[in-house]
């Protein structure tokens, strides 16, 4: 049996909807509102996602390219991060649904990607 897609942590700044759609079809995804993590600073973001093993999804490319980078040369782990460019809710789903669906926790576990 093939692993179950890898747990989702999306950003303040990725709309809602895109979780909404995501858990209609079935993954795992939980937003900053839903954990009451809403202002919290990106550090503390990624660091809320990497302890609940939940691969970081979001719009800011430049803030966590350099979080990414302080976090591998400081030997921290996390459960990777995808930087997405902005499109309607129901495509950036569709891509990162894709995503999830063809890549595991431990293939995404400390990568960058970008979609």
Not at 6 to 18: G, H, I, N, Q, R
Not at 21 to 36: E, M, N, S
Not at 41 to 59: I, K, N, P, Y
Request: cysteine-free; hydrophobic content about 45%; charged content about 25%.
């Amino acid at each position: 049996m093939p692993d179950p897609p890898a747990p989702l942590y999306l950003d303040e700044d990725v709309s809602v909807v895109v979780a909404t759609i995501l858990q209609a079809r079935g993954f795992d995804v939980v937003t900053t509102r839903d954990l009451g993590k809403l202002g919290r600073t990106d550090a503390e973001q990624l660091a809320t996602s990497a302890m609940a093993g939940r691969v970081f999804l979001t719009h800011n490319r430049v803030d966590f390219e350099s979080l990414h980078g302080e976090w591998l040369q400081a030997g921290r782990a996390h459960a990777g991060v995808i930087v997405a460019r902005r499109h309607a809710p129901s495509e950036l789903a569709s891509t990162v649904g894709r995503l999830l669906s063809r890549l595991t926790g431990d293939d995404l576990k400390n990568q960058l990607l970008y979609v």
